[in-house]
């Protein structure tokens, strides 16, 4: 076993990651400093004028191999990725589910990647944590593509990136996060970064997809915690709606979609309570009167369609990062 | 073979005896007991053919007794064998090991109680005592023939695993009561833990894995308590590790229920904390601040308040999600803790027991939540125990009494005792010996523990089986030690 044989390993992991100077891995947003994640936002807000040109690509990667490797489907966030690799010029590998077993030891994985010469490896796994086993194994640099319900930084860092894109500041804000917090690791990494911006953050959800209070203000203690998505609304900056599965009903976590939108979907007239200026952010499949109703879908189009292009610009700005430039 | 063990601090708690003295043993068994007050023997020859083992500011204890050990042969030999499993044993200062029936096939009838005991007759370092499965495959259907078992040798029935038929436990129990011997109850719900990768709280909240809520256990010990208060069987409830079943057994016990309750060291000393590793700490600090972060973590590093943890042992070693915290039940809060503390130091709960799981690398190396649930304990036991009688929360008499009297009071047997005419199953170790955690030199096959690179304090030095040296740290009691430093016990004897 890795950590019982080599304990250094782990604390050399640790020093690095706190480490902002020369970054090797990207796990989540819980070490990163404030002038990290703006100096990151810095540099995607030139890799998005890149991918405006036309001619999208920059040689900053050249000759490097970057490699994917998904356990668990999720498409949108492999192409963003793969996309920002190849717009930086790299070779990028796809290291597919259908070649790997879902039991095949996680070590040794990393261990044949880093052999072939991959430089910098992107994972996404189903189970929380699956990127920090890695990271003990894989000399290269390493980013968390998301990680069960844990953390997802990048998409995170792209809904930061959004709201400054599109309000301009990211200071003082009062954000409301609304939905199936408990099983969203974009939500997790989202307090870690809006809470290191300053940001005032509420929770809005049913328990059953929250859990109890205390654990989170244990964690994040300047967090609000909130039932109530109208009394939620009042003032805020920007409003995230996490996606809801339907895997939430068949568990029996809620009765019926219906009545979830009824009581934390979002309608134009509640949000007639934030600030006149409030962003809806939206990382997924928007359902139609389930977490927000057609109305307010037709006036947000746009961010959303703007946050998967904003996605990619974070996530060459976090490659470029780690490779070293 | 004769040995003299000479000017160890001998605690038998059975006889309420702390005193610094002289062990003899001949021919397997104790033979004398010799305070140092009775200056006599000083002046007495010692013959030629009794190996003086000096043990000056060493512990000489009985021989420790684990309840609950996971001996894995047979069928799966490549966790652990009961070579092995005795071996380590040995080394972790344990005379008695109880085999758990989850081998393959599970110890359910009466030829496997005797293939296992002949086995460890044969090759094992220490006595084991095999348990019998409650139900055939332990499948949870139908009762084993548990009154063969007994004539066989079982000293009590476990499944190892939720039994979830209330009904079937009523029989189980009533049928038992006849036997006289203990039902060792693992208290889930797996309903409520489904999919559980931790202790469900504010750690497992910070790192997205599902939790595993107190709740879960306390319920299955209210409903076998109940149960062994309808049918008047010995319910004894493995591994506690809530302060709300700790609360239940000590109501229990006030109304006279026979029920008995073991806790592992692990539970008593490491918390959910250790999950995070080196992601700490648990709550969000202001980045921009660092000079607030760094005076936060130099006072933790002393006294570790908000942990309950002596401040020696160190979470941020391990990296985050170290599967080797995996453990069933999970490391628990702080407050589950103290509450295991509190509940064995006023007899809530009667006995330490290693839970030690043996599991191969490949059990461990995979995603947090897959990685199956286990630490290899015996050989750190004594180790992380005594860290609560360094920091005070125990006196060491009543300590060596959970690992000894304690466990054999549960199992119906005469306590393990330096009385002489005893069998010389003898512990022997020294309290203060500071060494540090490292699992490739471990006997056991399982290396799987989260303590590797920790410091503990207190370590077995020598271990007699039957009168028998098993185990043997280095050269140690040869020499005559007299420019040895005095026995530094005194200020954690206690006051008895």
């Given at each position: 076993m890795s950590t019982a044989t080599t304990p250094k390993s782990a604390t050399t992991t640790a020093a690095a990651a706190t480490d902002g100077r020369r970054r090797r891995q990207l796990l989540d947003l819980d070490d990163c400093a404030r002038a990290e994640i703006a100096d990151i936002l810095e540099t995607a807000a030139a890799m998005k004028e890149l991918l405006a040109r036309s001619i999208k690509q920059a040689p900053a990667l050249r000759g490097m191999n970057v490699a994917t490797l998904f356990f668990g489907a999720d498409a949108d966030t492999r192409l963003s990725f793969e996309l920002a690799a190849r717009s930086l010029s790299a070779n990028v590998i796809t290291a597919g589910e259908q070649g790997i077993q879902r039991g095949e030891s996680l070590p040794s994985i990393a261990r044949t990647l880093y052999a072939l010469g991959v430089d910098l490896l992107v994972v996404r796994h189903d189970e929380a944590g699956a990127p920090y086993l890695i990271a003990q194994h894989f000399g290269g640099g390493l980013i968390n593509g998301g990680d069960g319900h844990h953390a997802h930084p990048t998409q995170a860092l792209a809904n930061l990136f959004t709201i400054q894109q599109k309000l301009s500041w990211l200071d003082h804000l009062k954000v409301v996060i609304v939905g199936d917090v408990l099983h969203s690791a974009v939500a997790r990494s989202m307090l870690w970064g809006l809470g290191t911006m300053g940001a005032q953050i509420v929770l809005c959800a049913p328990h059953t997809l929250l859990g109890p209070a205390t654990f989170w203000k244990a964690v994040w203690p300047r967090l609000t915690i909130s039932t109530d998505l109208e009394e939620c609304l009042v003032k805020a900056d920007a409003v995230i709606s996490l996606p809801l599965r339907n895997e939430r009903i068949q568990a029996g976590l809620l009765p019926s979609l219906r009545e979830y939108g009824r009581f934390f979907g979002l309608t134009a007239e509640r949000l007639q309570r934030a600030a006149p200026h409030c962003l809806v952010l939206h990382h997924g499949p928007v359902r139609e009167g389930v977490e927000m109703m057609p109305d307010v879908i037709a006036t947000t189009q746009a961010a959303i369609a703007d946050q998967i292009t904003n996605a990619v610009a974070v996530r060459m700005a976090v490659l470029y990062r780690l490779a070293g430039g | 073979m004769r040995y003299l063990i000479k000017n160890g601090s001998i605690i038998d708690p059975a006889r309420r005896i702390a005193t610094i003295g002289n062990v003899l043993v001949e021919d397997g068994k104790v033979t004398r007991v010799i305070d140092l007050a009775d200056l006599a023997m000083e002046h007495q020859p010692i013959a030629d053919d009794i190996e003086v083992i000096n043990a000056r500011g060493s512990v000489i204890a009985p021989g420790f007794i684990d309840m609950h050990t996971h001996v894995c042969e047979t069928g799966e030999e490549h966790r652990e064998t009961i070579v092995t499993a005795t071996q380590a044993a040995a080394r972790g200062g344990f005379t008695t090991i109880c085999a758990m029936p989850d081998t393959q096939p599970p110890i359910d009838h009466a030829a496997m109680v005797r293939q296992v005991r002949q086995i460890a007759r044969r090759r094992g370092a220490v006595r084991i005592e095999p348990l019998g499965a409650i139900t055939l495959g332990r499948a949870g259907q139908s009762l084993t023939e548990m009154a063969e078992l007994v004539e066989a040798g079982c000293v009590g029935f476990s499944d190892n695993g939720p039994l979830d038929d209330p009904a079937l436990m009523r029989n189980v129990l009533a049928y038992a009561a006849m036997l006289e011997v203990p039902i060792m109850c693992h208290c889930e719900d797996p309903r409520l833990s489904r999919d559980w990768a931790m202790h469900e709280g504010a750690v497992s909240t910070r790192l997205g894995l599902p939790g595993y809520p107190a709740a879960a256990e306390e319920l299955r010990i209210a409903r076998d308590i109940a149960l062994a208060e309808l049918t008047g069987a010995h319910v004894h409830i493995c591994q506690v590790s809530t302060a709300g079943g700790v609360a239940l057994i000590r109501a229990a016990k006030e109304r006279s229920s026979r029920i008995s309750a073991e806790v592992t060291p692990h539970h008593l000393t490491l918390t959910d904390r250790w999950v995070l590793g080196a992601l700490g700490p648990l709550d969000q600090h202001d980045n921009d601040a660092p000079s607030r972060r760094e005076t936060r973590s130099r006072r933790r590093k002393k006294t570790e308040p908000g942990l309950g943890?002596?401040?020696?042992?160190?979470?941020?070693?391990l990296s985050p999600f170290d599967p080797n915290t995996r453990v069933s039940p999970p490391l628990r809060g702080e407050e589950d803790l103290e509450a295991l503390i509190e509940g064995l130091r006023d007899g809530t709960i009667d006995a330490i027991a290693t839970g030690h799981t043996p599991l191969s690398q490949a059990d461990k190396e995979c995603a947090y939540r897959l990685a199956a649930p286990g630490i290899s304990g015996l050989e750190t036991a004594l180790g992380l125990v005594l860290t609560l009688v360094h920091r005070g929360e125990m006196d060491l008499v009543n300590m060596v009494a959970k690992l000894t009297e304690g466990p054999a009071g549960v199992l119906g047997r005469a306590p393990a005792t330096l009385r002489p005419g005893a069998p010389a199953d003898i512990t022997v170790f020294d309290p203060d010996h500071s060494w540090t955690v490292d699992?490739?030199?471990?006997?056991?096959?399982?290396?799987?523990?989260?303590?590797?690179g920790q410091k503990l304090k207190g370590q077995v030095m020598l271990t007699l089986s039957n009168g028998q040296i098993i185990f043997r740290r280095g050269n140690f009691g040869v020499g005559t030690g007299a420019l040895q430093q005095a026995s530094k016990l005194e200020g954690i004897l206690g006051n008895d």
């Open positions: - | 943890l002596p401040g020696w042992l160190d979470p941020t070693l699992p490739s030199t471990f006997a056991s096959r399982g290396r799987n523990t989260p303590l590797a």
